[in-house]
């Protein structure tokens, strides 16, 4: 396994167009999360699935703002008719549940820009 | 929910110096502690982890001790190198994994 992939690794946009994003985490983790990164900040949790039940959404994932992981493996987040705000790094990170809290692995990101 | 508070970089060293990043934390219970790090151009990976109070995560030289009674988990290395230069983050977990990430500090590292 190479590790969470994400596609496209950039995307420019321009105001008011729906844009999608796709990840890929490593094969055997059932938990999946999205974060958003804005220059010069931690990444700022947006929404988190285990298997293919979305558990949890933060307040800052707006009605423009879906995601979903269909078969409980890859994950799509959409974001529809984008602000110039949504420019960020948009990162999804993966999973096992275990006994301990175990880690979490990155991938390289999405990066938004919204013209 | 969790928090943490880490040291405002950016952070500027000769090589070989001492380095201490300081993250303090709230949380609800005792949850497992992370050191994440970002090279530049890279994603975030896992530098360290502690799960219970007073284990010790290390790696690459670097450690970083939970301390439940202070709500701390600083970050130290005794010689950093020019290749530490990066942002590092602290960040407590939770139950469903999700982690709360400080600002980062930048470090840089001058030969």
Known sequence: DTGVSQNP???ITKRGQNVTFRCDPISEHNRLYWYRQTLGQGPEFLTYFQNEA?????????????????KGSFS???????????????LCAS???GGEETEAFFGQGTRLTVV | G???TQMEGPVTL????????????????YPSLFWYVQYPGEGLQLLLKATKADDKGSNKGFEATYRKET???HLEKGSVQVSDSAVYFCAPGSTLGRLYFGRGTQLTVWP
Do not use: W
Not at chain 1, 76 to 90: F, H, N, P, V
Not at chain 2, 16 to 29: M, P, Q, R, V, W
């Open chain 1, 9 to 11: 690794r950039h995307k």
């Open chain 1, 54 to 70: 979305q558990l949890e959404k933060s307040r800052l994932l707006s009605d423009r703002f879906s995601a979903e992981r269909p």
């Open chain 2, 2 to 4: 969790n928090s943490v």
């Open chain 1, 95 to 97: 999973s096992r549940t």
């Open chain 2, 14 to 29: 000769s090589e070989e110096a001492f380095l201490t990043i300081n993250c303090t934390y709230t949380a609800t219970g």
């Open chain 1, 76 to 90: 799509t987040l959409e974001i529809q008719r984008t602000e110039q705000g949504d420019s960020a790094m948009y």
């Open chain 2, 71 to 73: 709500t701390s988990f």
